[in-house]
């Protein structure tokens, strides 16, 4: 199987942005994910996680409370919903496949005014 990610770009700090990843080749429904993300120097961090069952997730601390994690299991995609962002999050963002070594090529944010 493999991810596909979209959506990433340029945003001012407390501007909003929505990531997509759109999955193939494996079963969709039954799968968890995971947005992880990288900063330049630093080591890819987990940010938020959806399990099969939509209303369980989980959040990363600095996640929590601004971004939103979602599936869509009719078009086999996941969305990560970015609130208020900041410097901070400016990162490569990427979706995975928990349990799998399946992750996508990466969306690049970027937070500058």
């Known amino acids: 199987g493999h991810l596909v990610e979209s959506g990433g770009g340029l945003v001012q700090p407390g501007g909003s942005l929505t990531l997509s990843c759109v999955a193939a080749g494996f079963t969709f429904s039954g799968a968890a994910f995971q947005w992880f993300r990288q900063a330049p120097g630093k080591e890819r961090e987990h940010v938020a996680t959806i399990y099969s069952t939509h209303t369980l997730t989980d959040y990363s601390a600095s996640a929590k409370g601004r971004f939103t994690i979602s599936r869509d299991n009719r078009k086999e995609t996941v969305y990560l919903q970015m609130t208020n962002l900041k410097s901070e999050d400016m990162a490569v963002y990427y979706c995975?496949?928990?349990?799998?070594?399946?992750w996508g090529q990466g969306t690049q944010v970027t937070v500058a005014s």
């Open positions: 995975h496949r928990m349990n799998y070594e399946t």
